[in-house]
């Protein structure tokens, strides 16, 4: 990878787009690259924080593993997605495993570098502290989901989060463009895919969304959002 190519892995993201050239280019000055193999871990729950990292080819499963081994998936992140902000900030330990599906590559910045940058340039703070904040009030609604949303309005939530993610309009309608097996879908909701498949096929039968090969398009955005709100 070039340096204008980790450059433009940056400003591909709403973390550094909107950032001055001149500080993008420090930040892509400090990038360090890695490859991972399908399957392998970039880092563990409880590891301690290295530095803020960004998918540039492949995919990453962000997630935890239950003591019976049931697996929660937080997150799937797609080339563009940066994350670690969490332990980056605070140094506290990695809250969750993150592992590579398919071969992958990264960036990450180092967590000493990038705080020294912020400490140089305190104005930097504040958009920084902005994306911390979107996250913040996305968790709140997952948590406050989990506890009194049906079945069928947390998946309308979650269909509405991965768009706002990784919505492509197409002509066919608006396509989340990932990778998404229903299995997955099930752990990000803590539901078995039997239960997410039977909410799919109403969602299709309604004319909302279309499921095709791992993928997922939504047809009809306002019925979607009203089941979303509906509780």
Known sequence: MSWSEERAALVASDWFRELPP??????????????????????AQGDAPDGL??????????GSV???GKELLVMQFEPGAWFGEISMFDGLARTHDARAVGATEML???RDRFLGLLAQQPALY??????????????????EDAQFASLPARLARRLIDLL??????????????LHLPQDDLGRMLGASRQSVSKELKALEAGGVVVVDYGKLRVRDLAALQKIADAG
């Open 22 to 43: 001149e500080v993008v280019t420090q930040f892509a000055a400090m990038a360090v690259r890695r490859r991972l193999a399908d399957g392998e871990m970039l880092f």
């Open 53 to 62: 990292w960004g998918v540039v080819s492949g995919r990453i499963r962000a």
């Open 66 to 68: 239950s003591g019976e």
């Open 108 to 110: 990450m910045l180092p």
């Open 126 to 143: 504040p958009h920084f502290v902005k994306m911390l904040c979107r996250k913040l009030r996305l968790a709140f609604s997952y948590i």
């Open 164 to 177: 706002a993610l990784y919505g492509r309009e197409t002509p066919e309608g608006l396509l989340i463009d």
